[in-house]
């Protein structure tokens, strides 16, 4: 047993587990012993019940494993509390089905100023595309939109199109698109932000998607009760990722707004996991913006709430064309995508990052736009010198044989996700795999390819885009099937998948001396499951349900 203050009476001790450290020096035990917020003692179940006191609190794991809180290292906190509350369309196909689910939904929300849905497969009408017509049937007198799974395109009926103002269409940005119908209105289809943005305002959870739209903050301020229910939907966006086993959230959106509402939580009653959120650095910023990022950083750096990182996005994504590919679409080729940034913007903003000391994590799907950014980490080297940086590039749904090896060479990351491979879990194998095409399949969602080539590969959902279980995850990335048997297999084994979402994920945060392991002198972070993941066959994964999180010593859910 590895025992650090023994003699002391620990505040909580998990015992009866089959406990997996993911510390290589002391990989397995029976118990565990917090006091004070740490880890005091691993070992077995005798030397760990020497550590109860008349007050200390006892877990019993009856048999179940006992692992490093998960580390969601890619996700959308605040508007994923918000999508909580909304009609969920996953899984639904045909016109029937959609049309009763939004009546149904339309039914018990009399009231609702703006209906909107979520998770909608881009096939939900087989190969027919969704245009407002089809929503104008089924629900012609209110405003009604609904997303995608991956967030980036939706479809609105004509009511909301007319209220935001934009069924004549509008001028976008860059990689925005109001597409338009041969009537010359607005079809319906909107892809990218600027373009869904004026119809989800009209929902009134303008605020819950600052973070992402525009990295600014509200104008005008929130009064004190819009204040307290944006804090509600924080809460609840934190209960559902503690309810999953989640202790340690890498927010991929973020405004000084949301690190302000987190704070406030904090103070009010603690968090119930440690939460890094970001500035987002949108492509008609200018570089003196990044004095936000830095001021941040400063404020908010405690073991509870950071900030320190800038997220970009440099491309969409493949389902709508909006991803930046090297060569043309397989379906479409006289394009290859349009990216958010020039080039030489890019490399200009990250060597502005880089100089102040601040993580990047860049959206980048297609190959172009992985190419691009690894290009703008390169640069950065060049000018700044090299130093442990981290930089993030974010899926890498597709990549090239030649840029593979440069993400070890330049100590980057590969933020990846599971549940993202259609077919791996969720999603549609149809129309990704086509848009793809099969000479790009043995290089797309590559994650053991680029683990082989020596790159740290973290782990996340991309919650709500994805289910935010980061079991299914672990799953999905254990069952992972090639698309064509000439494909290199790109599933993972169950220690390397955990290690993705536990010790990678500290890796990703400058945190591995601290978390994502359970050793002595470590912060409490824990799960307990239902049962020991390591005899459960990969196909039944999903039946385990995470029973206890403890977070900082504390139970912060309990099944």
């Given at each position: 047993?590895?025992?650090?203050?023994?003699?002391?009476?620990?505040?909580?001790?998990?015992?009866?587990?089959?406990?997996?450290?993911?510390?290589?020096?002391?990989?397995?035990?029976?118990?565990?012993?917090?006091?004070?917020?740490?880890?005091?003692?691993?070992?077995?179940?005798?030397?760990?019940?020497?550590?109860?006191?008349?007050?200390?609190?006892?877990?019993?794991?009856?048999?179940?494993?006992?692992?490093?809180?998960?580390?969601?290292?890619?996700?959308?906190?605040?508007?994923?509390?918000?999508?909580?509350?909304?009609?969920?369309?996953?899984?639904?196909?045909?016109?029937?089905?959609?049309?009763?689910?939004?009546?149904?939904?339309?039914?018990?929300?009399?009231?609702?100023?703006?209906?909107?849905?979520?998770?909608?497969?881009?096939?939900?009408?087989?190969?027919?595309?969704?245009?407002?017509?089809?929503?104008?049937?089924?629900?012609?007198?209110?405003?009604?939109?609904?997303?995608?799974?991956?967030?980036?395109?939706?479809?609105?009926?004509?009511?909301?199109?007319?209220?935001?103002?934009?069924?004549?269409?509008?001028?976008?940005?860059?990689?925005?698109?109001?597409?338009?119908?041969?009537?010359?209105?607005?079809?319906?289809?909107?892809?990218?932000?600027?373009?869904?943005?004026?119809?989800?305002?009209?929902?009134?959870?303008?605020?819950?998607?600052?973070?992402?739209?525009?990295?600014?903050?509200?104008?005008?301020?929130?009064?004190?009760?819009?204040?307290?229910?944006?804090?509600?939907?924080?809460?609840?966006?934190?209960?559902?990722?503690?309810?999953?086993?989640?202790?340690?959230?890498?927010?991929?959106?973020?405004?000084?707004?949301?690190?302000?509402?987190?704070?406030?939580?904090?103070?009010?009653?603690?968090?119930?996991?440690?939460?890094?959120?970001?500035?987002?650095?949108?492509?008609?910023?200018?570089?003196?913006?990044?004095?936000?990022?830095?001021?941040?950083?400063?404020?908010?750096?405690?073991?509870?709430?950071?900030?320190?990182?800038?997220?970009?996005?440099?491309?969409?994504?493949?389902?709508?064309?909006?991803?930046?590919?090297?060569?043309?679409?397989?379906?479409?080729?006289?394009?290859?995508?349009?990216?958010?940034?020039t080039p030489q913007q890019f490399i200009d903003l990250a060597v502005a990052v880089d100089k102040r000391g601040l993580q990047i994590a860049v959206h980048s799907i297609g190959d172009g736009a992985v190419r691009a950014v690894l290009?703008?980490?390169?640069?950065?080297?060049?000018?700044?010198?090299?130093?442990?940086?981290?930089?993030?590039?974010?899926?890498?749904?597709?990549?090239?044989?030649?840029?593979?090896?440069?993400?070890?060479?330049?100590?980057?990351?590969?933020?990846?996700?599971?549940?993202?491979?259609?077919?791996?879990?969720?999603?549609?194998?149809?129309?990704?795999?086509?848009?793809?095409?099969?000479?790009?399949?043995?290089?797309?969602?590559?994650?053991?390819?680029?683990?082989?080539?020596?790159?740290?590969?973290?782990?996340?959902?991309?919650?709500?885009?994805?289910?935010?279980?980061?079991?299914?995850?672990?799953?999905?990335?254990?069952?992972?099937?090639?698309?064509?048997?000439?494909?290199?297999?790109?599933?993972?084994?169950?220690?390397?998948?955990?290690?993705?979402?536990?010790?990678?994920?500290a890796y990703a945060e400058f945190a591995e001396h601290r978390k994502g392991t359970l050793k002595p002198g470590y912060l409490a972070d824990l799960v307990v499951l239902s049962a020991d993941i390591e005899k459960t066959a990969p196909?039944?994964?999903?039946?385990?349900?995470?029973?206890?999180?403890?977070?900082?010593?504390?139970?912060?859910?309990?099944?």
């Amino acid at each position: 047993m590895s025992v650090t203050g023994a003699g002391r009476n620990a505040d909580l001790i998990v015992i009866n587990g089959r406990v997996l450290t993911m510390d290589e020096g002391n990989p397995v035990a029976e118990a565990v012993a917090v006091k004070d917020g740490a880890i005091i003692a691993i070992g077995s179940g005798a030397a760990i019940e020497e550590l109860k006191g008349p007050a200390t609190e006892v877990i019993d794991a009856k048999g179940g494993s006992v692992l490093p809180g998960f580390i969601e290292a890619h996700m959308h906190l605040f508007s994923g509390g918000a999508e909580l509350a909304h009609l969920q369309l996953g899984g639904v196909h045909g016109f029937e089905a959609l049309q009763k689910a939004i009546r149904d939904y339309a039914s018990i929300r009399p009231n609702a100023a703006m209906l909107v849905a979520q998770g909608v497969d881009y096939t939900v009408l087989g190969a027919e595309r969704v245009t407002r017509h089809h929503l104008d049937a089924i629900l012609p007198d209110r405003p009604f939109c609904m997303a995608a799974p991956d967030h980036h395109t939706m479809w609105a009926n004509t009511r909301a199109l007319e209220m935001a103002g934009i069924l004549h269409g509008r001028a976008l940005g860059p990689g925005n698109e109001i597409v338009m119908g041969d009537d010359g209105l607005a079809a319906g289809e909107l892809r990218e932000g600027e373009a869904f943005g004026p119809v989800l305002d009209l929902a009134g959870e303008g605020r819950v998607r600052l973070g992402l739209a525009t990295g600014g903050e509200p104008d005008p301020m929130p009064s004190a009760a819009e204040r307290a229910a944006d804090r509600d939907i924080m809460r609840r966006g934190l209960a559902w990722c503690a309810r999953h086993g989640i202790t340690s959230i890498q927010n991929m959106d973020g405004n000084l707004y949301q690190l302000e509402l987190l704070a406030e939580i904090e103070a009010e009653e603690g968090l119930p996991c440690r939460v890094q959120i970001p500035f987002h650095y949108k492509n008609f910023m200018t570089l003196d913006m990044l004095d936000k990022a830095s001021a941040m950083a400063e404020r908010y750096d405690s073991e509870w709430l950071s900030s320190g990182m800038v997220k970009v996005f440099y491309d969409g994504v493949l389902d709508s064309w909006t991803a930046v590919m090297v060569e043309p679409y397989a379906d479409r080729p006289d394009w290859v995508g349009e990216p958010l940034f020039t080039p030489q913007q890019f490399i200009d903003l990250a060597v502005a990052v880089d100089k102040r000391g601040l993580q990047i994590a860049v959206h980048s799907i297609g190959d172009g736009a992985v190419r691009a950014v690894l290009d703008g980490y390169e640069a950065v080297q060049k000018a700044n010198g090299k130093r442990d940086s981290r930089h993030r590039v974010e899926h890498i749904e597709v990549t090239t044989a030649s840029d593979v090896p440069r993400f070890a060479e330049l100590g980057v990351i590969a933020s990846m996700q599971p549940p993202h491979p259609p077919g791996a879990m969720d999603f549609p194998l149809e129309p990704t795999v086509s848009r793809i095409g099969p000479a790009r399949w043995p290089l797309s969602y590559a994650w053991r390819t680029l683990k082989n080539a020596g790159a740290h590969v973290v782990f996340a959902s991309d919650w709500p885009v994805s289910p935010i279980d980061p079991i299914l995850g672990i799953q999905a990335a254990l069952l992972r099937k090639p698309w064509a048997e000439s494909d290199p297999d790109q599933s993972f084994s169950l220690h390397e998948s955990l290690a993705a979402y536990t010790v990678e994920g500290a890796y990703a945060e400058f945190a591995e001396h601290r978390k994502g392991t359970l050793k002595p002198g470590y912060l409490a972070d824990l799960v307990v499951l239902s049962a020991d993941i390591e005899k459960t066959a990969p196909a039944d994964l999903h039946k385990l349900r995470p029973v206890t999180a403890i977070c900082g010593g504390k139970v912060t859910y309990q099944a």
